[in-house]
């Protein structure tokens, strides 16, 4: 026997010796579905509004817009979706229907139809073109549509539903892998609804459109879609808010649809209950402040890369859910540059943040292995670089810690911490510590009020120190925690990234302006706001001199509360406060969703005093303003 089998034979007597394999635990509550799971891991894509509502400088049209507007004689859907794909986007969302009910793809079920656009001779295909290019892009499609649509005659009556089942029908089978459906949540109102223009109130939503058989006919026909919204009856649903930010803690599993619709910051049950569901959250909101859809002048609105970055990216994806970011599509169909270029800049500061991981390949030593298996579940897994791995302790122990000895000291801001969720979201609380001056120091405390969340990740911003050793304490877990990864991370410095300058325009200097009724319209301050108690009401504003304008902004209030936003006015104009006339009327769109500035054109007018009448309100019998800018005609 020669030395190399002796020492072979001695080798493998000592391995017998030792521990065995350890069993992976048993999952604990709801889990992520296959699907869920990797759409997690997309963590950003893109939405792109872009429909008859960019024509006519509306959030929100009404249904009897006119399809002639559509043509956008620039339109390059590749150009679209390989600036998504630079930015590090995942993924696109298109509105193929908007609220108005008019249809980017040549349906068959709605003459309100692309069909109907000089656009390529009535032969486009917007859905389409986005499609192709998103496969050619490697990044996935997905598509937004609206189940309340303004246009259809039948829309409030049982004749829609044929009509809408077709559409999602048509979408999901002509174009390919649709890696998740939109539902939007706004619904009925007043309408054109095929002529009677009239309010239609379709009751509890999910009873109208079945939001059961539409999750089944989905199923059907592509069992790989994400179904967002839907009643909550899918997979995904909204964070909560339209500024692109969810609350934290945040949880995947939910008992109830009150607990998902509550959307608010709660502790976990320890225990878990039988009915829990994994639904996650998508945080949505549009990178340029003007709304979801393209408007004239909106460029000096974006929102800039460090905005971006510190209240979007981290408090939706840093907080384990998913986001949704809009950039819209202009008139020619292109997107805007000022958007492309906050995009870029943002891509490439995430770029930069997730570039360098200070804790990889670092030494680590847990306080409990499970089972003793270092190989399958040890400290190390935390830092292998591998999503699937992961640090775990024996079942029954639901606390402990991992100390990491980095290779060399590394200064971080952002730790990120994520779990392995196909057993679960399991961690309750926890806190990070560093090494600093031969003691360690809290750079991440618990929170014994409402606990920390993990799940798919979170990313904590902490006191940037320098250090060769971190320390995770699990402090409190629903099970066993399994931890697959922790990583130490540093926030580009933004001044370098250059973010483009606010430049937004506020219109006509109000200095000179008198206005007895209401002057906190006119303060220039979008946090005070008039109120009156009734609506219709209406204030006169004397500019001073005549201007020739052409547009107004309406800021409704910003206190959060929806209670006499006003959403209907009529604008009217005069030289000498005496002969009046009305240069619009209508509606500013969405709201109770995103109450944000809404622009309104009109025919260029010479005027010196303005009459604002705001005519409806959502909710209550008053009436609000925070702001009116006017503007001067170009
Ligand atoms: C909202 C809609 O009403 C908006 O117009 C927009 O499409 C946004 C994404 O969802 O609820």
New binding site residues.
Partial sequence: MNHKIISGIIAALLAGTAATAAEPPAPCGAVPTEQQLKWLRMEWYA?V?FGLNTYTNK??GYGDEDPKMFNPSKFDADKIVSTFKQAGMKGMIY?AK??DGFCLWPTKSTEHNITKSPWKDGKGDVAKEFADACKKNKIKFGV?L?P?DRNCAEYGKPGYLDVYYKQISELLTNYGPIFEI?F???NGGDGYYGGAKERRNIGKADDYYNFTKVVELIRGLQPKCIIWGAACRGDATWGGS?KGFVLYPYWNVHTNQGDINARQKRKMDDTPAKNERWVSFEA?TTINGA???WHPNQAGRVKNPEHLMNEVYMKSVGYGANLIL?VAANRDGELDPADVDALQRFGEARRQLLSTDFAAKAKGTASNVRGGDKKNFGASKLVDGDIESYWCTDDGVTTGDVVLKLAKPATFDVVRVREQIRLGQRVQDFAIDAWVNGAWETIDAEDPQNGKSIGNQVMRRVKPVTTDQVRLRITKSRACPCISELSLLKMPDFSKISAPADKQDTGLAKKDWKCAEAPKAIDGKADTFWHADKAPASFTVDMGAVHKVASFSYTPRQDGKVQDMTDRYTMELSKDGKAWKKVSEGEF??LR??PIEQHIEFPATEARYFRFTATRSIEGSGSSAAEINIYPAK
């Fill in positions: 939405f509004h959030e929100w509105t908007h609220h937004y609206s309340w939109w939007d949540g706004a339209e949505d709304g979801w859809f809009n769109g969405n969703a995103n």
